[in-house]
Structure formats: structure tokens, C-alpha cells
């Protein structure tokens, strides 16, 4: 199946400084792809380039068949976008600000108005479709900007940070709103976040961009047995881990990496079947054992270690020297 | 791809211009100068001078006409003593004055449609709709425009009522409008509105507020105001070919600017820019 969505080597810089520098990734249909990074890392200079509101300097990207740069208007027609800043006008109902925009992509009157109420009903705005949106607050400005961005129903859709500057409350809505809009008809979905939990829910895959280049790309367990080898389990031991106990724990074949936790200790295995031998030492030297669960290291580890490599604390490492990720097994304090 | 520009997409513009028309009609900032001026200028100021022109004694306008050129002067010192004032002032003088009108309403609505579009940080939603670059461009123009041109007919309909009834009891017939007039609103208004999009288009450019580049296009509309002011006041006289030319020195400047605007209005120019 060919791409939905396909960048290569594609660069953009602004007065000589890159904002997207040698970007190459791919999203397939009905993939959710969430670009991760700080500010500045330019998640929103890469959703400008795709949809052809700013021309690469160099490289080339496709979406949906077309390239953005070159005919921008049929990628436009097809995809849908939340921009960062939600771009209503005060002065316009909810209902107009979805109306205006879609009779210019040729949606007749009639159905822009019933899809336009739709909408913002099923998004919780019913109450702003009459009235100018003047004074409505971040997240109604969203929902109806979100409403806006699906109203030609796209076949890519563009979030720029769909929760930013939501409550928490807000925030989750909007997220489990986008899980079920991003599954329908196979609509493919670049998400722009810096919330790890959103992007862990809702993305397949996730490039992490740090000053306009690319850190990794692929699913947040891929890149995390990239990161860091083997299986990561906690032991419930009652309470911290005695030295000995972290010696015992050592001594077992397979164990590659051992951290204390307030409730006893972190291991890093070669693999699951390491396990039983790690909790067999554990009896044999009277330990007791109230849990032994694997733990998958989250979006949140991988994104920090990764960051933590893409800044090298002072001073950085001399080429050539393998980089040590550091390990999310260290215990947290 | 042929090497023709592809045809206008009108129902975008259409829908673009009516976009730009229902908000900006809401918009109080907008709307109050471009109803109180033309009906100052358009309305009050006529009726007041009419009825001053009226009540007042004939003066001897005699020395005065043999001032101006030939034939600004021709048609009036060729009318009774008693109707000379009247038709000079509401019939020559005040056409020049009604300019400001075309050029004040395109300018607000420009400036809101360009610098406005880019305060509200709505020009980006623009930039994301499928629409050429170009049409998006000329409905910003059309919605500034239009308007304008419209605003300006209406307004000289009103002072075509105003000054032919004030003037009645002098002269008992209709006289406005006058040649003048005619090339006033048909020719020159349109250059003249023409002439302060072509600004303002540029002027946004710079400008982050509306508020700026209606300060910044002011440096520029001003001048041009105070010689419309000047000729109404007598100090500086136009006569028809001399307006007549002007006319078209104007909509040559305006359209050097509009061309320089469209060809820097592009996406990436714009977006570049938010
Ligand atoms: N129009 C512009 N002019 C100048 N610099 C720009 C422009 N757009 C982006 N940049 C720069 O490019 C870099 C990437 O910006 P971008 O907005 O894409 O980042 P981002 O990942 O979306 O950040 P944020 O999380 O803050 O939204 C930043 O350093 C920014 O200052
Ligand atoms: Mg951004």
C-alpha cells in the first residue's frame, strides 16, 4: 500500500536557521503518526510543508499522491487542519466559521450548515453555533476549529496541538473524541503534540524532532528496544532493596542492569524467561517476593532518552564514542 | 500545463468575498467611519453650505471666475449672478471632496482584510483552504473594493438629492450631476479607491495591527486628501481634462501596486509572515 503521507530529506529555513532539517518519514492510511518535540523542534513548520502553505528549500514530500509544493490546492482539498492557533473569527457564530470556509471548498449551503451543527453538537459546542465565538474560551475555540478541520470530512486530517491550553477535563475529552475520529474511514492523522500521554494513546507511530531534524521515527516499542535491550521488571519486595539483596539480583545470569526502588528494586533482563531464576535467588537468600510484574518503558522514557542523547551534557561526546542511553530503570525519585 | 494563467475559481472568490463582507459588517471599528463619513461629507456638509450659499446676498463672483482657468469658470460665469455660488460650490468645488469617500472605505476595509486577517491570526485557516493564491488575493481586493465603489454611488446619490433640493429655490432645476461630478465618481473615485487598496496592500505587508497600517497607509492617504481639501476650498482648481487625466495617472499608480502586491501575496510569503 503506497504512503498516505511521504517526506524526503525535506528542509525549510527561516533567515539561515533550519526549522525542519532533513526530514524522511512516512505515514501509512489510517495511520495516526504524532510528530513529538519541544518548542521549536517544527512539528508546525512540518504540517505547513505538507500542506503546502510553505515551500521545502530542499527535499520533496507526497500526500495523497501529490506533492504539496507543486500543487498544493489538490492536497488542500483533501486534508483538513487544526492550526495551533485555533484562527476563529470573533466576529462570526460557530456556524459561520465552518460555513464561510466550506462553501469555498464547493460544500452547497444547505449541507455545510446541517454538517456544521452536527459537528459542533458532537462536539460539545452546540451552545456557541449561534452566537459569535467572541469570548469563548480555548477549548470551545478548539472544538470548533476541530469541528471545522473535519467538516469536508479529509482524508488526512492535521492536529497542531489539539490540547494545548485545555484542562485537564477538556484535554482527555478531546483525546477520546480524537481516537474515535481518527479510526473512521481510514483517515490518516498527523498529530503535533508535546503531551507524551496523547501521543502514547493515540498515535501508531512517532517521530521524535528536536531543532527542525529527526531523533527517531517508528512505534514507541520499537524505539524503546532500540533504546535500551531486553525486559524491564519491577520486584515488589516489601521496601527497599538491602545491598545484598542488589548483589544477589547482579549475580543472576541474564540480568543486565539492577536499580533500587522504594519498594524494592527495577531489573533489567535479557528476557521474560530470566525471570523465574531472578525471583528463585531472591528466595534463596530468604527475600520474599510480593510481585514481579514486566514493565514496558513508556513513550514518556523513550522521548527523554532520546532527548537526553540529542543534548549532550557538556562536553559532548567525541565522534565515534558509542552514546549510553540512559537507562529508565534508575530509580525515580 | 499550459503556459496560460488557469481560469478564476469564482465560486471560491464568491465565497471568500462574502466571508470578508458578513465579519466586516459586524465589525464596529469599520463600520461607524464608513457610514459617519460619507454622510458628513456627503450629506451635512452639502446641506449646510446649500442653505448658506442660498440665504446669503448674491455676491459678485465676477472677480473670482476671471481667476480661475477658462474652462473651469466657462460654464458658471455663463449663469445668472444669483446661481453662481450655489452651482460652484455643491457643482465643482465639493467633487474633488467627495474622494475621500472611495478612498477612505477601501482603505478601512483593506487594511482589515490584510493586516486585520493577519491580527486576528486568521490568515493561516486561509492559507490551508484550496484556493490559488491569486483568487485569494482578489477577493481580498474585491471585498475592499466593491464596497467602496458601492459606498461611494450611494453617497453621491444622497448629495445628488441633498444639493439638487437645497438649490432648488435658486435655480428650480435639477444640476447636479454636474460634468464634473460624472468624472469624479465614474473615473476618479474608482482610481482613487483603487489607489488606497494598492497601499494598504503594501503597507500590510509590514504592518502587525490594523491599527498600524491604518497609521502607517494614513502617512501616505493623507496628502491626497488635503489636495482633495485644497481644491474644494478654491486653493487648488481642477478642471475637467486636468481630472480627467488625473484620474488615470491615479489608476496607473494603483495598478503598479496592486501588481507589485499580488506578485509578493503568496502562501509562503504569508505564512512566513503569521
Ligand atoms: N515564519 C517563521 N519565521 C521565522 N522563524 C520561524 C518561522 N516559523 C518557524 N520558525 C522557527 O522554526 C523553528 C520551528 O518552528 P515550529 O513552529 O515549526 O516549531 P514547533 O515544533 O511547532 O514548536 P511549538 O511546539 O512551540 O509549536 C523555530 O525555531 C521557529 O522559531
Ligand atoms: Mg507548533
Known sequence: MSPAIETHELCRSFAGVAAVDGLTLDARPGEVLALLGPNGAGKTTTVRLLDGVLRPDRGWSRVLGADPAVDGDAVRRRTGVLTEAAGLDDRLSGVENLVLPARVRGIDEATATRRAHELLGRLGVAALAERAVRGASTGERKRIALARALLHEPEVLFLDEPTSGLDPVAARDVVELLATLAGEHGRTVVLCTHHLAEAGRLAHRVAVLDRGRLLAFGRPADLAAELWPGVEADLDLGGAAAPATLAALRSVRGVLDVALTVDGARVRVEGRDVLPAVVAALVAVEVPVYGAVTRAPSLEDVYFALHSQAVPAVPPPAAGVPRAPSSPAEPRT | ?274
Open chain 2, 1 to 274: 500545463m499550459t503556459g496560460r494563467a488557469p481560469a478564476v475559481d469564482r465560486a471560491a472568490v464568491r465565497a471568500l468575498l462574502r466571508r470578508d463582507l458578513v465579519a466586516v459588517r459586524r465589525s464596529k471599528a469599520v463600520v461607524i467611519p464608513m457610514l459617519i463619513v460619507p454622510v458628513l461629507l456627503l450629506v451635512v456638509l452639502p446641506l449646510l453650505i446649500g442653505l448658506g450659499a442660498r440665504g446669503a446676498p448674491a455676491p459678485d463672483l465676477t472677480r473670482f471666475l476671471d481667476s480661475l482657468p477658462g474652462d473651469l469658470a466657462a460654464p458658471i460665469a455663463g449663469l445668472p449672478s444669483h446661481e453662481q455660488l450655489v452651482v460652484l460650490v455643491l457643482g465643482y468645488l465639493l467633487a474633488p471632496l467627495f474622494l475621500i469617500v472611495p478612498l477612505m472605505v477601501s482603505s478601512v476595509l483593506a487594511a482589515d482584510a490584510f493586516a486585520g486577517e493577519k491580527e486576528r491570526r486568521t490568515m493561516e485557516t486561509l492559507l490551508h483552504l484550496p484556493v490559488r493564491d491569486r483568487d485569494l488575493f482578489l477577493a481580498k481586493l474585491l471585498g475592499a473594493f466593491l464596497p467602496a465603489v458601492a459606498i461611494s454611488w450611494l453617497g453621491f446619490l444622497a448629495f445628488a438629492v441633498v444639493a439638487n433640493t437645497v438649490a432648488w429655490p435658486v435655480l428650480g432645476r435639477i444640476f447636479v450631476p454636474t460634468p464634473m461630478w460624472l468624472v469624479m465618481i465614474l473615473w476618479v473615485g474608482p482610481a482613487v479607491a483603487a489607489l488606497g487598496l494598492g497601499v494598504m496592500v503594501r503597507v500590510s505587508a509590514r504592518a502587525r495591527t490594523t491599527q498600524e497600517a491604518n497609521q502607517l497607509g494614513g502617512a501616505v492617504v493623507l496628502p491626497l486628501i488635503f489636495l482633495a481639501v485644497g481644491q474644494s476650498s478654491g486653493l487648488l482648481l481642477v478642471t475637467l481634462p486636468v481630472a480627467l487625466g488625473v484620474g488615470a495617472g491615479l489608476w496607473a499608480i494603483a495598478v503598479l501596486l496592486l501588481g507589485r502586491g499580488a506578485r509578493r501575496f503568496t502562501r509562503d510569503r504569508l505564512a512566513a509572515s503569521v
